[in-house]
């Protein structure tokens, strides 16, 4: 059996042999006719990874016949007896060839080579149906562009975005060409991440993305993973922020949908956790684009006959998510309490979990928002069940969140902005509902008040985040009493006034602004409340409201500034205030005239939003009666 298996292997090797040897000698003749013979010969006999022969081929025709070949093939070249009838035959010959030479990495990283890739792009662009070399074409420009740097800027600067946005659409779903314009792309991004993305750039690469988002829907195979890795490399990028722009203003919805489904089949199949991650990641930049909305909807998967409920996308992304937070905060806190401090890998991994943690809390931060609307959004409805699924899951994920900074707070760490969205997440979640997790809530409210972004000098966004929850809690007296005895209400004045300053120099937040001024009106109304030992908290916080309403006409801002002067003042007297090192005879002057303004709309004709006002004129009316006697500069100022 063996012998004559050798037997034929030694003809097909000497049958080799000597047609490379026919093949040379007809490449370096003289005449084009020779060298077209020998090419055609090479086209025959030469397999495409026989390196060695396809070196000793290169060598012997020789760069320039190459050149002038391809040239012909695009009317414009000199070979002899090249008339235009053989135009496509040499088109088709060179490109071939040229695709072939390419596997050698020597030839592709050449000069000759990259100076090809412009005349290939216009080999691609004649529109040709049915175009015979258009593999090889792509073949041709990916071998270039992964032998050298030169070669990939060439592709690039050649305009190989705008060529494929334009020929993707018209590749069969999954075929090796599509594989092929995928890698490219690949490619591309590393030159789009370095230099500006301009408009062009953006609008052609967003036309990509529904491409490569088409095959991520339908394949299951192998391509579908490399469009899952693509799309999630196209929105980690730099310019994501620019290109969810653009997306936006595509009008077919396909996409999108496509989008949904793919996702959908990687989350409910078993994949690698990173794979798992980079759906997530997708799913957080489809929400950005398209609303909470896109995370309901119907999905259809090439394997599945029946119909699949619109709300299993919503559904596996929060439990994926609820994963996610887990395994990383568990990863985070070993890395961060138990790893050896003097590693730099270390404080890689750190970073790097960091910005993970970023990305599947803002996907539950989104969910969030979509449960509490649900009802309120038009189209998007979910069934008690999937309802009560979503609230589980969410109240697993704060209770995991919570954890995290409980044990921060064991271990001295109250600065780091993974702390900071940790805030701002559970923040999110209990302004929607104030009640859940309420031992955790009052035994970390003060901590998670004190918390601290990493270039900020004081807790500031911290408060903000808990404004929503801190203003609902401290309607009722158990509210009150937590946020005086965590000493977290000095956090809340600290607050307002950033934001008032904030104002003044032309921030607008009034959305957090009045937000705290409810939240310490709530405090200073609840008359089992005291805080006659923090007399310099509220004078800062008087100093401030007066700066704030100086050079307003706003009646809002007016009436909520009194009130909350008109609270403090029953703690106090205009002795006491004068007394006061940082009080200065302006300021109670200020206040003075901030108390006349209020008092002085009593009984005028209002509008409809000044007659939301009224609660806080009475309360300042009712407070001017209780101390008015203790106020004579304020009384003066009212009676003029």
């Known amino acids: 059996m063996e ?13 080799q042999s000597i047609s490379l040897q026919d093949c040379l000698k007809l490449l370096k003749g003289e005449r084009d006719e020779q060298r077209l013979a020998g090419l055609l010969l090479v086209t025959k006999f030469c397999k495409s990874d026989d390196l060695v022969s396809l070196r000793a081929i290169y060598d012997a025709v020789g760069p320039h016949f190459l050149d002038r070949l391809l040239r012909t093939g695009l009317g414009k070249g000199v070979v002899s007896s090249g008339s235009g009838e053989n135009r496509d035959a040499y088109l088709q010959l060179s490109v071939t060839v040229l695709s072939a030479f390419c596997r050698v990495s020597e030839i592709a990283s050449s000069k000759e080579m990259v100076s090809k890739v412009p005349m290939i792009f216009e080999v691609m662009s004649m529109n040709r149906s049915g175009m015979p070399v258009l593999e090889e074409c792509y073949e041709f420009l990916y071998l270039v562009s992964t032998a ?8 690039y600067e050649s305009g190989g975005i705008k060529l494929l946005a334009h020929q993707m659409s018209a590749l069969p779903d999954g075929s090796h ?8 792309v690949q490619l591309m991004l590393k030159k789009l991440s370095q230099g500006i993305v301009e408009n062009d750039h953006l609008s052609e690469l967003s036309v990509i993305v529904t491409k490569i988002a088409r095959q991520f829907a339908l394949l299951q195979n192998a391509l579908k993973f490399e469009a899952l890795h693509l799309l999630s490399a196209i929105f980690s990028s730099e310019y994501s922020t620019l290109l969810h722009d653009a997306l936006r203003v595509i009008q077919n919805e396909n996409w999108s949908n496509h989008m949904r489904d793919g996702v959908a089949t990687i989350l409910q199949n078993r994949v690698a956790p990173a794979e798992k991650f980079e759906a997530l990641i997708l799913a957080e930049s489809m929400v950005s684009i398209k609303g909470e909305g896109w995370l309901i909807g119907q999905i259809n998967l090439p394997s599945v006959q029946d119909p699949i409920p619109a709300d299993r996308c919503l559904l596996l992304v929060l439990e994926s998510s609820r994963v996610e937070v887990a395994v990383l905060l568990n990863e985070l806190a ?3 309490y138990e790893a050896s401090k003097s590693s730099s890998s270390t404080a890689e991994t750190i970073i790097s979990k960091q910005q993970k943690v970023t990305i599947v809390f803002s996907l539950v931060e989104k969910i969030i928002k979509l449960i509490s609307n649900i009802g309120e959004t038009e189209g998007h409805h979910l069934d008690e069940n999937t309802f009560i699924k ?11 969140v919570l954890e995290y900074l409980q044990d921060a707070k064991e271990h001295g760490q109250k600065v780091g902005n993974d702390l900071l969205a940790s805030v701002r997440l559970v923040g999110s979640y209990l302004a929607e509902a104030p009640v859940a997790c309420e031992d955790k809530i009052t035994e970390l409210l003060g901590y998670m008040l004190s918390v601290e972004g990493e270039h900020e000098s004081s ?6 985040f808990l404004l929503p929850m801190l203003c609902q809690k401290t309607m009722k007296i158990e509210g009150c009493k937590l946020l005086a005895s965590s000493g977290g209400y000095k956090a809340v004045v600290d607050c ?4 008032i300053e904030q104002n003044r120099n032309g921030v607008e937040n009034n959305g957090c602004i009045f937000l705290a001024c409810d939240t310490i009106m709530n405090l200073l109304k609840m008359e089992q409340i005291t805080f006659s030992e923090d007399e310099s908290t509220f004078i800062s916080l008087l100093k401030a409201l007066a700066l704030w309403t100086e050079k307003t006409n706003d009646p809002s801002v007016v009436m909520m500034a009194s009130s909350i002067c008109t609270l403090i003042f029953d703690m106090t007297s205009e002795n006491a205030l004068l007394n006061h090192p940082s009080l200065s005879s302006s300021c109670l002057d200020s206040l003075s005239r901030l108390i006349a303004r209020s008092l002085a709309s009593w009984g005028q004709d209002m509008s409809d939003a000044a007659k939301a006002d009224m609660d806080l004129l009475e309360i300042v009316t009712a407070g001017y009666s209780r101390w008015a006697d203790r106020f004579p500069q304020i009384q003066k100022a009212v009676e003029r």
Do not use: H
């Open 3 to 15: 012998e004559p298996q050798l037997l034929q292997q030694q003809e097909e090797e000497q049958s």
């Open 177 to 184: 060409l599509m594989e092929l314009a995928m890698k490219l």
């Open 459 to 464: 807790p500031f966004y911290s408060v903000c």
């Open 334 to 336: 070993y890395s961060k």
């Open 496 to 499: 307002l006034m950033k934001l």
């Open 148 to 155: 050298s740097e030169d070669g990939l800027t060439a592709l």
């Open 390 to 400: 979503a609230i589980n899951g969410l109240n697993e994920t704060i209770g995991v």
